[in-house]
């Protein structure tokens, strides 16, 4: 369903099977050899978010992306799962876009977790200007998600992203403010065997 021009919120377009294999794969990668760590920001502050990306590095500092993360423990950002950019570009192309993502933001919210508003705009110059879409993928407990406008004080909409929700904001929406206010803890469907929320967001640098 279009929300605005240029982004589509697709309730539930994820079966269960498939987001089980989606939070398994999370659940590796988290704990694996390169693991999801809190960040501190540039102003000092910690996130409520357990991070980690894959294919290329975000790093909280610097508001850059890099291969290794400088500004934690120097490991190399893991690659991106070939799975997940496939997914990425289904969800892409179901909203009548194209993205071939190179990257995926991937975070672990607890009960307590939340993202205060924000753009997604430190990708390249070029991603950007192409309005290449943003296409992010819940997992887990539900998330009070708000979505804005271009800018920080426009009006905030708020809405509700359940697990196996995916979300895209491409073209004229690229550039619009998005947090997420709370966690619902406890809402995830049992069968997918952990509590909390993972959040993807597919990007290409
Ligand atoms: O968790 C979400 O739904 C949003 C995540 C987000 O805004 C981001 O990774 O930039």
Not at 23 to 36: H, I, K, M, S
Request: aromatic content about 10%; some cysteine.
């Amino acid at each position: 369903m279009q929300i605005a021009p240029g982004a589509f919120h697709f309730r539930r377009c994820l079966s269960l099977e498939r987001q089980r294999a989606i939070a398994d794969r999370c659940r590796e990668l988290v704990d694996g050899a390169v693991p999801a760590y809190v960040p501190v920001v540039r102003g000092g502050g910690k996130m409520h978010v357990r991070m980690l990306c894959l294919g290329r590095h975000w790093n909280g500092k610097t508001y850059r992306y890099e291969p290794t993360r400088s500004d934690f423990d120097d490991l190399p950002a893991p690659p991106l799962p070939e799975e997940f950019r496939r997914l990425a570009g289904e969800i892409a192309a179901s909203a009548g876009m194209s993205l071939d993502a190179d990257l995926c933001i991937l975070n672990y919210y607890d009960a307590e977790g939340r993202m205060g508003l924000h753009q997604d705009k430190d990708e390249s110059a070029e991603s950007i200007a192409a309005g290449l879409p943003v296409v992010s993928v819940s997992i887990g407990d539900t998330a009070r998600f708000l979505f804005g406008g271009l800018k920080r004080r426009d009006p905030i909409e708020a809405m509700l992203l359940e697990s196996g929700d995916a979300f895209v904001f491409g073209g004229p929406a690229r550039l619009r403010y998005h947090g997420v206010s709370r966690i619902a803890p406890s809402t995830a469907p049992r069968e997918l065997g952990f509590t909390g929320r993972f959040n993807l967001t597919f990007r290409r640098y």
